[in-house]
């Protein structure tokens, strides 16, 4: 993930929050699910720019995942602005889900 950002340790520290935020449908967290595909800091215009996905791009849960990413950014960069980006390209698969999320979904 660390080679979508312009900045490593922020980053590590975004994802660690948004680790919290879980897909109720499938039962794991949004970042091994594969979720976040960018997360850059404008620090000029005290900006941090997420880009993410969902699973569907009519995922029934979409608005609350979104809703919650905004939230706990906030939460741990309340100095700064969260601008997120839904995108569908390049489309959700199953192929996005990292290790440690599919050892937790073959349970």
Same mark, same amino acid.
């Given at each position: 993930m660390?080679e979508?950002? !312009?900045d490593?340790?922020?980053?590590d520290?975004?994802?660690?929050?948004?680790?919290?935020?879980?897909?109720?449908?499938?039962? +794991?967290?949004?970042?091994? +699910?594969?979720?976040?595909?960018?997360?850059?800091?404008?620090?000029? !215009?005290?900006?941090?720019?997420?880009?993410m996905? +969902?699973?569907t791009?009519?995922c029934?849960?979409?608005?609350?995942?979104?809703g919650?990413?905004?939230?706990v950014?906030?939460?741990d960069?309340q100095?700064?602005?969260?601008?997120?980006?839904?995108?569908?390209?390049?489309?959700?698969n199953?192929?996005?889900?990292?290790?440690?999320?599919?050892e937790?979904? !073959?349970?």
């Amino acid at each position: 993930m660390n080679e979508l950002t !312009n900045d490593t340790i922020r980053c590590d520290r975004a994802l660690n929050a948004l680790e919290e935020i879980i897909d109720p449908e499938i039962g +794991l967290n949004i970042v091994d +699910l594969g979720l976040i595909y960018e997360i850059n800091f404008d620090d000029d !215009n005290a900006i941090v720019k997420v880009v993410m996905t +969902l699973t569907t791009p009519h995922c029934p849960m979409g608005e609350s995942i979104t809703g919650s990413v905004k939230t706990v950014l906030k939460r741990d960069f309340q100095e700064m602005e969260i601008a997120l980006e839904l995108t569908f390209y390049p489309p959700w698969n199953l192929e996005k889900i990292s290790d440690e999320g599919r050892e937790f979904l !073959n349970q």
